[in-house]
């Protein structure tokens, strides 16, 4: 079967490191994006991996572990406008979306 | 400016009427999506178009319908035999289907009482 799994929610402090996990079981598999969902909002493109690795973008980084069904999204020097929906995505053709963790960042 | 719109941005409907979504973007990009989204829940998958004139059903196709008659515009009907239609509706496009990163619109939120 194809399934993603991530955690519901977690709480962090501002100024933290935050590292949301994510695994993936899916028929096929081209890549593992990573998306970050305001609410009430459209998802927004944050960061794409295909090859096992860790990806740095600026405070964010992804992370994929192929042999593993394993992926990662770090957030560091967290702030107030992080707190959002992050949703993990992958499979062949037509993506398969987890749940999304909703992240909560307290002052 | 190079984008995906969606309107409007929140409908209402009674129960047993057939609501049609629009999707409208000029990316050029061949593939489209649309996503249903429930509350604290995932995207999940309505249909998909990977060119004109071509369209597959996705993982909660049951009680909706689509038509991809031009590259640009990909309108969804929500059909009264959908069973609870009441969510958010996103539209996505992409260059391609494999390994490509996904352009969402804004989204549409409907309320059907």
């Known amino acids: 079967g194809q399934n993603i799994d991530q955690p519901t929610e977690m709480t962090a402090t501002e100024g933290a490191i935050v590292q949301i996990n994510c695994t993936y079981q899916t028929s096929g598999f081209n890549g593992l994006f990573w998306y970050q969902q305001h609410a009430g909002e459209a998802p927004t493109f944050l960061s794409y991996?295909?090859?096992?690795g860790l990806e740095e973008k600026g405070r964010f980084s992804s992370f994929l572990s192929r042999s593993k069904g394993y992926s990662y999204l770090l957030l560091k020097e967290l702030q107030m406008k992080d707190s959002a929906s992050y949703l993990c995505a992958g499979g062949a053709g037509k993506l398969i979306f987890g749940q999304g963790t909703e992240l909560s960042v307290k002052p | 400016d190079g984008g995906i719109t969606q309107s409007p941005k929140y409908l209402f409907r009674k129960e047993g009427q057939n609501v049609t979504l629009s999707c409208e973007q000029n990316l050029n990009h061949d593939a489209m999506y649309w996503y249903r989204q429930d509350p604290g829940q995932g995207l999940r998958l309505i249909y998909y178009s990977q060119i004109v004139n071509d369209f597959q059903k996705g993982d909660i196709a049951e009680g909706y319908s689509v038509s991809r008659e031009k590259k640009e515009s990909f309108p969804l009907t929500v059909t009264s035999a959908q069973k609870n239609p009441t969510a958010f509706y996103l539209c996505a496009s992409s260059m391609g289907l494999a390994g490509a990163e996904q352009y969402f619109g804004p989204g549409t939120r409907l309320t059907v009482t």
């Open positions: 991996n295909v090859l096992d």
